[in-house]
């Protein structure tokens, strides 16, 4: 069982720069890969940005060169760097974990509850 906090949102300025946190317990060596998505209000919930346990990457192509994700193993955290944040960006950011079972080989997700993230214009 993985658990999933979110950290971080909040109200920004267009142009400014947010860091979101996800701390996962009770550690994050046994999740396989770590994304971040976000739904804005009456939207789906859409991809972000995500890295594995490899330290590969990738990004939606409205994120790229903007959003940068990373983790620190040590302290169990996955990190959403947002920089020249605009208004479009404004939803809820959730992170999800995908743990693959050592034997079963068993795809199982994980959400966090969620932050808020609004950039005003």
């Known amino acids: 069982q993985v658990q999933l906090v979110e950290s971080g949102g909040g109200l920004v300025q267009a142009g400014g720069s947010l860091r979101l946190s996800c701390a996962a317990s009770?550690?994050?060596?046994?999740?396989?890969?770590t994304g971040w998505y976000r739904q804005a209000p009456g939207k789906q919930r859409e991809f972000v940005a995500a890295?594995?346990?490899?330290?590969?990457?990738n990004y939606a192509d409205s994120v790229k060169g903007r959003l940068t994700i990373s983790r620190d193993n040590a302290k169990n955290t996955v990190y959403l760097q947002m920089n020249s944040l605009k208004p479009e960006d404004t939803a809820v950011y959730y992170c999800?974990?995908?743990?693959?079972?050592?034997?079963?080989?068993?795809?199982?997700?994980?959400w966090g509850q969620g932050t808020q993230v609004t950039v005003s214009s």
């Open positions: 999800k974990a995908v743990v693959v079972t050592p034997i079963s080989r068993e795809i199982r997700e994980y």
């Open positions: 009770p550690s994050i060596f046994s999740i396989n890969a």
């Open positions: 890295i594995t346990s490899g330290g590969s990457t």
